[in-house]
């Protein structure tokens, strides 16, 4: 009887054993995040003549991400923003960039990107390819992207509103020649070329 206990727990573990390598071979599968909230952030920043840089931020922005770590060149990101948001800090410039020698809020209010394609070139790191459009121009551009987190949501433990949330967080830059969408007001006094930092707090669905 004894010997048979033995044989019987040998064989459980080793079922166990087999069944947990099989789970860990299983294909993860995409997971469709939310980019809306106010911890999501676009700075945009130039040359001011030479002299010194200057920046423009708008919080918070919606859009859709899916992303498979197993399979990260398979992941999408769509997302719009609204340049009426864009803050400076100085008025007279953000009615400036409303405008429309700029943005033109009032016929174009938003500004929209769309991935055509992932390249991974490091463990965390990838280059996103996509497409622009401002004010119903679209252009290519690259962001390079690096993934910061993906898990339940370390604050949760602290902070009662963060309880039961599964985020994941990104951060990406590029640069751009803003002329190219019809924003070339100013340059090459003001820099034709802007430096853009994203970072994306994302909430899964």
């Not at 002329?179 to 853009?196: F, H, T």
Request: glycine residues 10%; charged residues 20%; proline residues 4%.
């Amino acid at each position: 009887m004894q010997v048979t206990y033995r044989r019987f727990s040998g064989l459980c573990a080793v079922l166990l054993a087999a069944a947990l390598q099989a789970l860990a071979a299983l294909p993860a599968f995409a997971e469709t995040y939310s980019l809306a909230g106010s911890h999501s952030t676009v700075v945009v920043s130039w040359s001011h003549a030479g002299l010194s840089r200057h920046s423009a931020r708008l919080v918070g922005f919606e859009g859709t991400l899916t992303f498979d770590p197993a399979a990260v060149e398979t992941s999408t990101v769509e997302t719009r923003l609204q340049p009426s948001r864009l803050s400076s800090g100085v008025a007279a410039l953000d009615r400036l960039l409303r405008g429309p020698d700029f943005f033109n809020v009032a016929e174009h209010p938003d500004i929209r990107f769309r991935s055509t394609g992932i390249t991974v070139t490091g463990e965390r790191q990838g280059v996103v390819m996509g497409e622009l459009t401002i004010l119903g121009v679209t252009k290519p551009v690259t962001l390079d992207v690096t993934w910061n987190f993906k898990g339940e949501h370390p604050l949760g433990l602290v902070n009662p509103s963060f309880a039961g949330k599964f985020v994941a967080g990104f951060s990406a830059r590029t640069k751009l020649l803003r002329s190219e969408w019809g924003l070339g007001r100013g340059a090459p006094l003001i820099s034709d070329e802007v430096e853009i930092a994203i970072e994306v707090e994302a909430e899964r669905r």
